[in-house]
């Protein structure tokens, strides 16, 4: 996994980000929660495909105009402009390695276009901050404006003059109320609440006359009639955060808006509370949901976690052990990625913990294949090396010594480690082929048996005509006992006729199938004497070949355990901390059972091998 350099920037305040409502009504209204005031998460409003140039070319617009920056916009091109830079990294990543480079050596080249990004990001970190602290400092302002306001107007309700007299200033103080929007958060409903007291109390003072008074009264409640309307609709938006939004614009026009006739009052201001009740719920409980979301998030995360960090790399020796592990651990990556956000104080944590568990497995593979790869270098050498012994030999016809001093070579072949891939075969031709070249010589000044060779096909022939000949009316036990007993007999009995050898061995095999099938005799049973028929075939070839056959199935059944070691480790891992319950764990089971009994078949193949080729040895 590659880093995503992170460029935090300070958090803006609301109001410079979208405008809103300096003010709240009455505290019977439930507040939104604190980032409901904020744009919304991220990961809702993704950049559009960009190429980087693009995206710096945006963040410089961005740079110059500061005071119309989303904190959304800003993370949007941040997570663009490193899926980008990522993405190349890892191609000239794949590159080196597949140029012959070991990972570890991989140096990643300077990105210029990356230092540009963080110079841009620097200047809008920067700018941000200074707008953020501008604003509170004309909050502040704003504040003792407010304030000043409330005691003229307290002075005009408390003055003993006719408020007739005063109206025309209290006009005006309400245009200049109007006027200052933003202050501090916390000051919001407290200035809200004098506010309209004096207001409230100037007006039940003022002595208009009543066409003036009923007029402006009515106006009003036109105006808030129209607003708990269009705060009622909006129980019905579908986009809960946009109706919020509008709700806050309605909330301060409601609050700037005059009051209506004492009688009512209450009505009007209840009914538009009902309404942003309604309004404030619905919200709440989206931001609870996205909440809720981004918990189960982190609990899908953790669990990753906590998975790549239980592996056990020491358990790990084959490359084949490897390869499985890491594609398991590349799927949870992938997994990872369609997961969402985690709460955002625990985001970045939760990366962390996954990034540095995925880099300490990687690390230990490639110290892994590294030492893999200089011990395949070493056991190429001592491999040459026997091939040149073989060469020396194959032209000896000393029968009998020189294919003791090949089959020490065939067994100290075995003992040394795999080599590459790219050399595997070419080194194992030589050594095989110099090899095979000498027994086949032997086999040729051997020609004598071929007497003995034509008396064991009359044998075999002889054994073929018995099998044929069991009634199958015969009692079961007694019939597969005097199978056995012939299978047991026809595998004593040494080599035929090279051109009769396939023809025998199929007429057989056509009999035994259907003794087998006719008094069901057990699979494994079936598979080793079959086997054992096949390697009285081998035999004929010489020891080479039964060394051949024997490696290969020595590799069979390493690669068997290991396999039956991941499904233990694996059942001892679900049964700790799995929940999945117990059909995982039965298959798992299953799989267990059948390997421990392929294991056990093919050690009965390889002591076969074994006798036969003591037996070769003997001969």
């Known amino acids: 996994m590659t880093d995503t350099h992170d460029t935090n920037l300070p958090e803006m305040p ?21 980032e409901a005031t904020t744009d919304e998460q991220p990961q809702e409003q993704p950049a559009p495909r960009l190429s980087k140039d693009e995206i710096l070319a945006r963040l410089q617009t961005l740079a110059d105009h500061a005071e119309n920056i989303t904190r959304a916009e800003i993370d949007s091109l941040k997570q663009a402009f490193y899926k980008q830079h990522n993405a190349e990294q890892e191609a000239a990543l794949k590159q080196f390695v597949e140029n012959g480079g070991a990972a570890d050596d991989f140096v990643p080249t300077p990105d210029p276009a ?20 501008e604003l509170e400092k004309q909050k502040e302002m704003n504040l003792q404006v407010k304030l000043s306001i409330i005691e003229e107007l307290k002075d005009l309700v408390e003055s003993p003059d006719d408020p007739n007299k005063n109206y025309t200033e209290f006009k005006k103080l309400q245009q200049q109320w109007n006027e200052v929007t933003l202050v501090p958060a916390n000051k919001v409903n407290e200035l809200w609440k004098n506010y309209q007291l004096y207001v409230e109390k100037f007006y039940d003072l003022l002595k208009l006359n009543n066409e003036f008074r009923e007029y402006d009264f009515k106006k009003n409640l036109e105006i808030k009639l129209r607003l708990c309307e269009a705060a009622e609709k909006l129980a019905e938006e579908p986009d809960v955060v946009s109706a919020f939004h509008q709700w806050q614009k309605l909330n301060e ?71 499985e592990k890491a594609q398991e651990v590349i799927a949870l990556q992938a997994k990872w990625k369609t997961i969402g956000y985690a709460p955002q104080k625990m985001n970045v944590q939760i990366y962390e913990r996954f990034h540095k568990a995925c880099d300490e ?21 001592k491999k040459r090396a026997l091939c040149e012994k073989a060469e020396a030999l194959k032209d000896s016809t000393d029968w009998k010594a020189t294919a003791e001093e090949l089959t020490k070579l065939q067994k100290e072949w075995k003992t040394i480690g795999p080599v590459n891939k790219r050399h595997s075969n070419e080194v194992w031709k030589r050594f095989i082929t110099a090899c095979d070249y000498f027994f086949e010589q032997r086999n040729q000044a051997q ?33 597969t006992q005097k199978v056995r007993e012939l299978m047991k007999e026809w595998n004593n009995i040494g080599h035929v006729p090279l051109k009769e050898k396939d023809k025998i061995y199929k007429q057989y095999h056509q009999v035994v199938d259907k003794l087998f099938e006719r008094f069901n005799i057990s699979a494994s049973n079936k598979k080793l004497s079959s086997f054992k028929s096949s390697i009285s075939m081998l035999q004929e070839g010489g020891n080479p070949q039964l060394y051949r056959e024997r490696e290969k199935l020595v590799r069979i059944c390493e690669n068997m355990k290991s396999e039956l070691q991941t499904y233990e ?29 392929d294991i056990e078949l093919m050690k009965e193949k390889i002591k076969v091998l074994d ?9």
Do not use: Y
């Open 569 to 597: 480790n694996n059942l001892g891992f679900l049964n700790a901390s799995s929940k999945k319950g117990n059909s995982l764990l039965n298959e798992l089971n299953r799989k267990v059972e059948k390997l421990k009994a």
């Open 14 to 34: 609301a109001e410079l980000e979208e405008k809103k409502c300096a003010e709240a009504p009455e505290p019977a209204v439930t507040e939104a929660p604190a």
């Open 253 to 323: 026009e409601f609050r700037d808006t005059g009051p209506v006739a004492k009688e009512q009052r209450d009505e009007i201001w209840a009914r538009f509370r009902a309404a942003s009740t309604a309004v404030h719920k619905r919200h709440q409980q989206h931001f609870e949901a996205l909440k809720e979301r981004e918990r189960n998030n982190l609990d899908q995360k953790t669990v990753i976690c906590e998975i790549v960090e239980a592996i056990d790399c020491s358990g790990l020796t084959t490359p084949m052990q490897w390869e």
């Open 611 to 619: 006798e036969s080729i003591n037996s070769e040895k003997q001969a």
């Open 361 to 381: 497995f990687f690390r230990k593979r490639n110290e892994f294949f590294k030492a893999m790869k200089e011990n395949m270098n070493v056991n190429l050498e």
């Open 114 to 133: 990356e230092e540009d990004f963080k110079k841009i990001m620097s200047v809008i970190k920067e700018k941000r901050s200074e707008l953020a602290a």
């Open 447 to 479: 020609s004598a048996q071929r007497g003995q060779e034509q008396e064991n096909l009359e044998k075999k022939k002889a054994i073929i005509g018995q099998l044929a000949a069991i009634d199958e009316n015969a009692d079961t036990e007694e019939a």
